[in-house]
Structure formats: C-alpha cells, structure tokens
C-alpha cells in the first residue's frame, strides 16, 4: 500500500503539480549514491521542502517528521496523516524522555528499509531564513550506519510556503546537492575524542557546505533557541541578531573560496 500512495503522489497528483508551479530544478542530482545507506542533510525553510526533493530524487525518501503532524485532531489531522504517512514521514516524538534516542532509532529503521533518509540538520525549521547550529543526529546516524551524507540546501521554499501557511505560492524552487561527505573520514576523530566529539564536528562541516550552496547567513545558535526566545518575547539572543557576534555572513564564506 505504501509502494502504491508513494508512488500516486511522486508521479500522478503532488509531483507534477509541484513540476509545474514550481518548476524546481535539481542540481547535483547524480551526487546522490545509486543504491546503499544514505542521509540527505538539508536546511529547512518550509513545511513543503521534501516534496520538492521528494519529487526528483531517484530513490524512496523517507523523511523524520515532528509527531504533531500525526497527532492533529479533527479532520484536518486525519487528512494531513494519512498524506504525511503515505509519501513515507516517519513521525518523531520530540517530547519523549530521550528524544534524540528516538530520532536515531527512527532514522536506522528507514536506512534499514533501503530508503534514502532526509533529515534537516538544523531540527526545525528557519524562524528567519538564516541558517542555525546543527543538531548532531545525522552525523551520529551516519557515523554508526556508515551511511553516506549528502548535503542539501532548499532555495526558494520559504517564500512557496510561508511559516503559517499551507498555500503554494508559485515562486522558483531549487534545490542544490553538494559533494558528499563520508562517515569514514572521521573515524580517526573517533578514536581520538569520542563518537559524540566526532559528531559535533561532522554536523558542523555538514552545516558549513550547507551554507556555501544555499547562500544562507550562517547564526552559531540552536534554531528552537531562537524560537524559544522570540516567541517568550525576549528578542534576539546576545549576538544573534542579524549583523550580529554570533552569526557568520555567506559573503565571508563565499570571499573565502574564492581566495583559495
């Protein structure tokens, strides 16, 4: 059942109306491995990014999703976890006990499945557009599967749907996959400082060639710690207001590679 709606909506309804509206174009789609484990690591601006993905990339997807869109009540949340269910989320509890445990429990059983795992290195979405301090999940994925990481970074998405909005917007999409980045390099890093220190530096040489293809300010802070402040109506973080300490500006990353 699942081959059968995965497949409705990849070919027959979402992803030619997405084709069209959208008109997303891939590049690096041939940076994606043919067949093994592997972890697509993106930014995260919309509700809609991995559909967009989801509609050109090669293999099955299977996206980690919050639990809240399976949980809605009323009909609306029926409707929305039927179609999340359907095009392959598999939903994370993120109030559970340990949920970090359970985002690698979650991710080993789709790689398992012979899926290609996409998974937003940030953990939730943009509050800004900025790009924030990523989570160690999908390097400690990678590092225990061997699965191979392909960066990502989604362009567009977030003015085709706006935070707060289920309507599609026909603004361009585009999506960038970068070089990939094998768990196998750091396996020296672990011997020396640790699976967890290792992880850390994985997640941020994953952020960083996130950064370099999504031209995204890069904000050396958690996003939900953003989020949290923004919203207790607290304002910026020390440092991570635009301009700010905290954050390192795409021009600097970009004058850096030119120089080499």
């Avoid at 390097?139 to 085709?160: D, K, S, W």
């Avoid at 707060?164 to 020396?192: F, H, M, Q």
């Avoid at 958690?222 to 304002?235: P, R, V």
């Amino acid at each position: 059942m699942y081959k059968f709606w995965y497949g409705f909506f990849k070919y027959a309804t979402v992803g030619p109306f997405l084709m069209v509206w959208n008109r997303p174009s891939f590049i690096g789609r041939d940076r994606i491995p043919a067949e093994g484990p592997a972890i697509l690591a993106t930014n995260h601006l919309a509700v809609m990014d991995q559909f967009y993905i989801g509609a050109r990339c090669p293999r099955k997807l299977a996206f980690l999703a919050k639990s809240e869109y399976f949980t809605t009540p009323g009909l609306i949340g029926r409707l929305q976890k039927s179609f999340m269910t359907a095009v392959g989320q598999v939903p994370v509890d993120r109030n559970a006990e340990d949920p970090s445990s359970a985002a690698l429990a979650a991710g080993r059983v789709a790689l398992n499945d012979d899926k290609i795992l996409g998974l937003a290195v940030e953990g939730t979405r943009s509050p800004d557009g900025r790009l924030y301090k990523g989570r160690t999940g999908t390097a400690r994925i990678a590092l225990e599967t061997g699965a191979v990481v392909c960066p990502v970074a989604f362009i567009g998405t977030g003015r085709v749907n706006p935070i707060g909005s289920w309507i599609v917007r026909p603004w361009k999409v585009k999506v960038i996959v970068a070089d990939p980045i094998y768990p196998a390099d750091y396996a020296d890093l672990v011997e020396k400082v640790g699976p967890y220190e290792a992880a850390r530096v994985m997640t941020d040489d994953i952020t960083l060639a996130i950064q370099k293809i999504s031209g995204q300010d890069y904000v050396g802070i958690y996003g939900t710690d953003m989020k949290n402040a923004l919203q207790a109506g607290e304002g910026y973080p020390e440092g991570a207001e635009p301009g700010g300490a905290l954050e390192r500006p795409f021009s600097e990353v970009a004058s850096k590679e030119l120089s080499h």
